[in-house]
């Protein structure tokens, strides 16, 4: 049940998903994005940052680092890849995730608690939540505002692909609860397989009550079961 | 072989919120400016390039964009080329 964590010059939450990924009993290493191998794990998670100090535009000069290409295709393959903040804009630069992420409706960076809806409870990241429950985590971002054409908004609607939505403490999703301006209040996407994730909240800031919030913890505990139950079968 | 300077136009895609040009058309209309119907703020990147021809160092420059420079979801471009001096070395 290893899980590589790709770093980059400039990424910064690399030790958080470490950590993370260590207390929900995986075995985390960090693979440094001039690696042009895996090393075998069972997973991938490109963490957040400002990796190559977001030039040009966030992910996208990180999405040709020589790491890349393996992760393109493991990815491919159908292997589990989780993008947090920044990493979500490079699986979207990469074109793992379709649509991209725009600079916050606001103009100001955003870095406060937010509220997300799970809609989702069947993916292979989020089996251990509950169906409409309300998780409370962290975000911390710039251009987090989930932008992508009409159809392929309606592809992700249609089919079920928008995993988390910004919503109030109720659960309702509104526009006052919508930190970034994102389309359809949207904080987390998978692709049409199911094994891409990202999302822009930081679950690996919320892994421990002495953080806040335990809400992201589950997304690693799933993840983990998964490749456990991978392991069995 | 020639040495060109190619101007490089980013653009937000029409009809995409662009909250820069929002921003400055706001501040815009507050000095007074009341003629500007809209404001969209894009970049520009100036290359050196080395190419046969002008159309050769814009067509080079396309693909860049294709790859790198620019995001099909959100972005238009632009490329002029224009003869830069002498002869490159």
Redesign the interface.
Same mark, same amino acid.
Do not use: H, K, M, W
């Given at each position: 049940m290893n899980v590589a964590i790709i770093t980059f010059p400039g990424s910064n939450c690399d030790q958080d998903c470490h950590r993370s990924v260590d207390v929900a009993g995986g075995s985390p290493s960090y693979v440094w994005h001039r690696e042009t191998s895996l090393g075998g794990a069972d997973a991938v998670i490109v963490p957040g940052g400002f990796a190559h100090g977001d030039y =040009?535009?966030p992910g996208?000069?990180a999405r040709?680092s020589p790491i890349m290409d393996a992760v393109i295709d493991f990815a491919r393959g159908g292997g589990l890849v989780v993008g947090i903040c920044n990493g979500f804009q490079v699986l979207? #630069?990469a074109g793992l995730l379709?649509?991209?992420l =725009?600079?916050? #409706?606001? =103009?100001r960076f955003q870095s406060h608690d937010c509220r997300m809806r799970v809609e989702r409870a069947d993916t292979v990241y989020t089996s251990e939540y509950r169906e409409g429950q309300v998780i409370r985590m962290p975000l911390s971002h710039a251009d987090g505002?989930y932008?992508?054409?009409p159809e392929t908004l309606a592809e992700l609607e249609d089919g079920g692909r928008v995993v988390f939505r910004y919503c109030d403490a109720g659960g309702a999703v509104s526009d006052a609860a919508n930190p970034n301006?994102s389309l359809n209040n949207i904080g987390g996407i998978v692709n049409e397989r199911g094994n891409v994730l990202g999302m822009m909240p930081h679950p690996d800031r919320a892994f421990d009550p002495a953080l806040g919030s335990v809400d992201g913890l589950p997304l690693f505990t799933s993840l983990v079961g998964a490749l456990a139950r991978a392991e069995v079968a | 072989m020639s040495r060109f300077t190619v101007e490089l136009l980013v653009t937000p895609r029409p009809g *995409? $919120?662009d909250?820069?040009g929002k921003?400055i058309h706001h501040a815009l209309s507050s000095l007074g400016y009341d003629a500007v119907d809209e404001v969209r703020v894009g970049k520009a990147i100036y290359l050196e390039v080395t190419a046969a021809t002008p159309e050769a160092a814009r067509e080079r420059v396309e693909e860049m964009c294709r790859k $790198? *420079?620019a995001?099909p979801?959100?972005e238009d471009f632009r490329v002029t080329a224009s003869q830069n001096g002498g002869a490159a070395g």
């Open positions: =040009l535009r996208a000069i040709f979207c #630069e379709p649509g991209a =725009l600079r916050n #409706e606001s =103009l505002n932008y992508a054409d301006g | *995409l $919120l909250p820069q921003a $790198l *420079l995001n979801v959100t």
